[in-house]
């Protein structure tokens, strides 16, 4: 069971837009940053959204990130077929001490 | 460019012990805090601990607290995963990861994994 929560999967056709929730608690969404991986089957995750709606260099301006409360949310938008992948978000946890990470959502570009 | 080598998994029995290293190279290693962070396969991500630039602060989830020691060494631009006692649920790929800036969730480089399997 993760910390943060993610639904297992998300699909869209070509074109559209799509967007994929993390819900947490004030430990870690509501007081935190949230972070965005992207991780392409077989390979390592890779930064794409920081500070919850800020995008390291390189990142299409397709993809967007957004926090309200303890919850967040990632929009990919002119969804193409190489946006399928998983994406994990990502807080660090006050209780806890310790980074934690939602289940991760599977992206099916139909 | 950065760069980030895991090495050190294996297959190994439960109980036993390994030791995982990663290599850094491509920035100045000793600026970053560095993680560890493991998949198990056909699951998510999990964040396992983290050390700071000098080594004083360190951090592991509870799920291996007790049981795995991170540690650095600067010199060499490297830093380890020793791990004990370990158990089936261990099995995973074990990725290391560069902490940017003063963000404590922000990897932005990550290594290419290494696979651990605890399987008698």
Request: with cysteine.
């Amino acid at each position: 069971q993760s910390v943060l929560t993610q639904p297992p999967s998300a699909s869209g056709t070509p074109g559209q837009r799509v967007t994929i929730s993390c819900s947490g608690s004030y430990s870690n969404v509501g007081d935190n940053y949230v972070y965005w991986y992207q991780q392409l089957p077989g390979t390592a995750p890779k930064l794409l959204i920081y500070r919850n709606n800020e995008r390291p260099s390189g990142v299409p301006d397709r993809f967007s990130g957004s926090k309200s409360g303890t919850s967040a949310s990632l929009a990919i938008s002119g969804l193409r077929s190489e946006d399928e992948a998983d994406y994990y978000c990502s807080s660090w946890d006050d209780s806890l001490n310790g980074v934690v990470f939602g289940g991760g959502t599977k992206l099916t570009v139909l | 460019q950065v760069q980030l080598v895991e090495s050190g998994g294996g297959l190994v029995k439960p109980g036993g012990s390994l030791k995982l290293s990663c290599a850094a190279s491509g920035f100045t290693f000793s600026d970053h805090y560095m993680n560890w962070i493991r998949q198990a396969p056909g699951k998510g991500l999990e964040w396992i601990s983290l050390i700071s630039v000098s080594g004083t602060t360190i951090y592991y989830a509870d799920s291996v607290k007790g049981r795995f020691t991170i540690s650095r060494d600067n010199a060499r631009n490297e830093v380890y995963l020793q791990m004990s006692s370990l158990r089936a649920e261990d099995t995973a790929v074990y990725y290391c990861a560069r902490r940017d800036l003063a963000e404590l969730a922000r990897f932005g480089s990550w290594g290419q994994g290494t696979l651990v399997t605890v399987s008698s």
